[in-house]
């Protein structure tokens, strides 16, 4: 074979490849046409038409197909006739298992809202035992509320509280101590 022919067969392979409008891993819509032993054969479902094969190593065990289901299928390879190799392997890692459902509508949830009125009663009583509540102390009782619930955050702090030691004066010398470090 000369120069001039391998020139030619490495254009056409090249601009037939480029003729189907999709690349390598993108995901496109299909629709089953033929199921045989070895796969599904497909076409796309839109206005290219693409016929494709899902190879069965490439359909997640237990996943069972029909003709005309509707998928998203991943391109593994465009071939040089224009054809797809698909593959549904990433519906596997979707499986619908309890745990997975559970994740999803967990992560579906709005934040949880800080109880605002609970939050000023906790910042009021501190205030009312030890004095100034500093905008630092604030933060940590919002977060330790968020984390731990108002119930358990209360119960907590009320079992904390006979045993803690009042010497504010320590506290504060501690403070000045890390202060004085920084410098």
């Given amino acids: 074979m000369g120069i001039d022919e391998r020139i030619s067969q490495y254009l056409n392979k ?11 891993g993108e995901m496109v819509p299909v629709r ?3 199921l045989v032993d070895y796969g599904a054969f497909v076409v796309t479902k839109d206005q290219h038409l693409v016929p494709g094969l899902i190879h069965i190593s490439q359909i997640p065990p237990g996943f069972n197909l029909e003709v005309n289901d509707l998928l ?19 519906l596997a890692e979707r499986e619908e298992t309890p745990f ?8 579906k949830l709005p ?5 605002k009125e609970e939050i ?14 500093s905008d630092n102390s604030k933060k940590k ?9 108002v119930f358990h955050f209360t119960i907590t702090m009320m079992k904390a509280l006979p045993g803690f030691k009042r010497d504010l004066v320590y506290h504060f010398l501690k403070e000045v101590e890390q202060a004085g470090d920084c410098l």
Avoid: C, W
């Avoid at 009782?141 to 619930?149: D, P, S, Y």
């Fill in 141 to 149: 009782i919002q977060e330790l509320v968020k984390r731990m619930g």
């Fill in 111 to 115: 934040e949880k809202e800080l109880p």
């Fill in 14 to 24: 090249t601009s037939r490849k480029h003729a189907v409008p999709y690349e390598e």
């Fill in 100 to 107: 997975a459902v559970l994740k999803e509508m967990k992560d």
């Fill in 72 to 90: 998203e299928a991943q391109v593994k390879q465009i071939k040089d006739d224009n054809k797809l190799e698909l593959s549904l392997i990433h």
């Fill in 32 to 34: 089953v046409t033929k």
């Fill in 120 to 133: 000023d009663d906790i910042i009021e009583f501190f205030s009312k035992e030890f004095g100034l509540v």
